[in-house]
């Protein structure tokens, strides 16, 4: 399975962005996708996730509700993150990831098997 972000850019405080990850090599509908990021010198953070491939239930992170959006298309394989009213503590390598598993709380870097390269988000104040 592989997968592909794209997106990322530098944007202001409180602007928007729309990252995309393309999944191939699998079966993109059986897949429980979300986003994670990763901050310099941080660890990895979920933002925002799906909590199993079939339904449009999600969990977000405390720090981004309200502000982004995940959404999936699974006639073009593709998860997106809507980003909206940005801050400067956003700044981070953003990752889409995959899993076959459902998740039955709260989302972590370790429930999820397969990752993409990452896309870079740098908001300015």
């Known amino acids: 399975v592989q997968l592909q972000a794209s997106g990322g850019g530098l944007v202001q405080a409180g602007g928007s962005l729309r990252l995309s990850c393309a999944v191939s090599?699998?079966?993109?509908?059986?897949?429980?996708m979300g986003w994670f990021r990763q901050a310099p010198g941080k660890e990895r953070e979920f933002v925002a996730t799906?909590?199993?491939?079939?339904?449009?239930?999600?969990y977000y992170a405390d720090s981004v509700k309200g502000r982004f959006t995940i959404s999936r298309d699974n006639a073009k394989n593709t998860v997106y993150l809507q980003l909206n009213s940005l801050k400067p503590e956003d700044t981070a390598v953003y990752y889409c990831?995959?899993?076959?598993?459902?998740?039955?709380?709260?989302?972590?870097?370790?429930?999820?098997?397969?990752w993409g390269q990452g896309t870079l988000v740098t908001v300015s104040s």
């Open positions: 799906f909590k199993w491939s079939g339904g449009d239930s999600t």
């Open positions: 990831s995959a899993t076959t598993w459902a998740l039955a709380g709260p989302p972590t870097v370790r429930q999820f098997d397969y």
């Open positions: 090599g699998g079966t993109f509908s059986s897949y429980t």
